[in-house]
């Protein structure tokens, strides 16, 4: 009898501890299925495309993340793609975030598959700094740089880490022309980290988000799984750094 009303004890603790961090997961994301919360409490990366910026999956509180919501709705964009995901905190997430975010020369590092190609290719294969300056809990970095499909443009980074949280904020201070034709104009795509250690944990959200001009739709099919992959190809490489995994 004793020893099933331990078990018994011990069963609703577990299961305490589980909801109470369920909780807090379901808390820092919104607008997801209880099946993907329960991935991403599983240690499970959930990410991909949104049909609508309306849904954003930020649903934690306060500054950096009302900055990020405040972005988005003023940008309206037509490509959206998010990440998710949650780690085990072992100390020190954040400050190795800010540091891989802050090393941006260090972008030309990362991969994207090309699903068009089958193929890696660089996610930047151009980034040169131009400027530096601090800020409060971090640094805004100004830089010339190349993605594919685009040409040359110039952008800014920022990131700012404050107690448990981290924000990043990404964005083009040029056009982005594609094709000969002008696709996005300065200021209209936007990449964003909001990242937050809570207890034994730490929650992670990327965004990538653009207002683009694709020709009355023509050139979104080649525009959209570039766009989706290399959001998801940033986010991956940030997320495994915070990690510690790189």
């Not at 004793?2 to 808390?27: D, H, P, Y």
């Not at 954003?56 to 500054?63: I, Q, R, T, V």
């Not at 020369?105 to 190609?117: F, L, Q, V």
């Given at each position: 009898m004793?020893?099933?009303?331990?078990?018994?004890?011990?069963?609703?603790?577990?299961?305490?501890?589980?909801?109470?961090?369920?909780?807090?997961?379901?808390?820092?994301?919104?607008?997801?299925?209880?099946?993907?919360?329960?991935a991403l409490d599983r240690g499970e990366v959930v990410s991909g495309r949104l049909s609508d910026w309306k849904r954003?999956?930020?649903?934690?509180?306060?500054?950096a993340a009302d900055a990020v919501r405040s972005r988005i709705a003023a940008l309206k964009p037509n490509y959206v793609a998010e990440f998710l995901a949650v780690a085990p905190?072992?100390?020190?997430?954040?400050?190795?975030?800010?540091?891989?975010?802050?090393?941006?020369?260090?972008?030309?590092?990362?991969?994207?598959?090309?699903?068009?190609?089958?193929?890696?290719?660089?996610?930047?294969?151009?980034?040169?700094v131009?400027?530096?300056?601090?800020?409060?809990?971090g640094e805004h970095i100004d830089a010339s740089a190349h993605m594919q499909p685009f040409e040359d443009f110039e952008a800014g980074y920022e990131y700012v880490l404050a107690g448990d949280e981290l924000s990043f904020s990404s964005g083009n201070r040029s056009e982005l022309r594609y094709g000969g034709f002008s696709a996005v104009k300065?200021?209209?795509?936007?990449?964003?980290?909001?990242?937050?250690?809570?207890?034994?944990?730490?929650?992670?959200?990327?965004?990538?988000?653009?207002?683009?001009?694709?020709?009355?739709?023509?050139?979104?099919?080649?525009?959209?799984?570039s766009f989706d992959g290399r959001v998801e190809s940033f986010m991956k490489y940030m997320y495994e750094r915070m990690k510690g995994i790189k």
């Open positions: 004793r020893v099933s009303f331990i078990a018994s004890c011990a069963l609703a603790a577990v299961s305490l501890l589980a909801f109470a961090q369920g909780s807090e997961t379901s808390g820092f994301f919104a607008n997801r299925s209880a099946e993907e919360l329960a954003m999956s930020l649903g934690a509180a306060g500054g905190e072992t100390g020190a997430r954040l400050e190795r975030l800010a540091s891989a975010l802050g090393d941006v020369k260090e972008y030309t590092s990362m991969a994207y598959h090309s699903p068009r190609y089958d193929k890696d290719f660089p996610l930047f294969d151009k980034m040169e131009e400027s530096r300056r601090p800020v409060p809990g300065p200021g209209d795509m936007a990449w964003c980290i909001v990242a937050r250690s809570s207890g034994s944990r730490t929650y992670f959200y990327g965004i990538g988000a653009m207002r683009a001009f694709d020709a009355l739709g023509l050139a979104r099919p080649r525009l959209e799984p």
